[in-house]
């Protein structure tokens, strides 16, 4: 495959009144996220984040190795790089410190040389992919497909039994404590 291919990356538009699904991978696809601990200090930072920078969080799916969001800014002038900031970096700055104390053997995996400087990277560089939603049954298609990824994956048999989704929330059984955002009337209009 040409080198030109492999690093395309869809670009997201910081577009008022669009949510964006967001999608971050673990560093080289390793399964950081495959814990419970590691997940709850995610939904913690997604949680921060969404205060902190006025973001509805409308549906989420922690799967081991990357995380998709679907979030729409309350503000008009918004930029999706900063709140994926400030919800990678806080995880970041928890799991390395737990991994260096519990599991040093996967320091070595998670380490790159940059010159005289050694850092281990917990997510993947870069800001990850990014696509903008404008319709309600869009969103909708995007909701389904992101809860429906523990299934494809084998992981559940109902997308609501898998602990780090808001499937659950969806279904009013929720596993876990982050609670999605409503989805104001006039997105899901359209899908009805």
């Known amino acids: 495959m040409d080198y030109r291919l492999r690093q395309y990356r869809p670009r997201g538009y910081n577009d008022p009144g669009h949510a964006h ?3 971050c991978s673990c560093y080289r696809r390793y ?3 495959s814990k419970d601990r590691s997940c709850e200090w995610l939904a913690n930072a ?10 509805a969080v409308w549906a989420y799916v922690f799967m081991p190795d990357h995380v998709h969001l679907i979030v ?28 260096k ?24 560089p870069g800001r990850g992919y990014d696509r903008n939603i404008e319709q309600g049954r869009t969103l909708r298609t995007m909701i389904d497909y992101i809860h429906l990824n523990p299934v494809r994956k ?12 808001s499937a ?25």
């Open 31 to 33: 399964p950081l996220l």
């Open 101 to 124: 104390a519990h599991a040093p053997e996967w320091l070595p995996r998670l380490r790159v040389q940059r010159g005289q400087k050694v850092e281990h990277h917990f997510w993947q």
């Open 72 to 99: 729409w800014p309350r503000a008009r002038s918004y930029n999706d790089s900063n709140f994926l900031k400030r919800v990678k970096e806080p995880v970041s700055r928890e799991a390395m410190p737990y991994l």
């Open 168 to 192: 659950g929330w969806f279904e009013g059984q929720p596993l876990n404590e982050l609670r999605p955002d409503p989805i104001p009337f006039d997105w899901l209009e359209e899908v009805v």
């Open 46 to 55: 997604v949680d921060f984040a969404r205060h902190e920078l006025n973001y």
């Open 154 to 165: 084998g992981l559940v048999t109902q997308a609501k039994d898998w602990k780090w989704s």
């Open 21 to 23: 699904k967001l999608t």
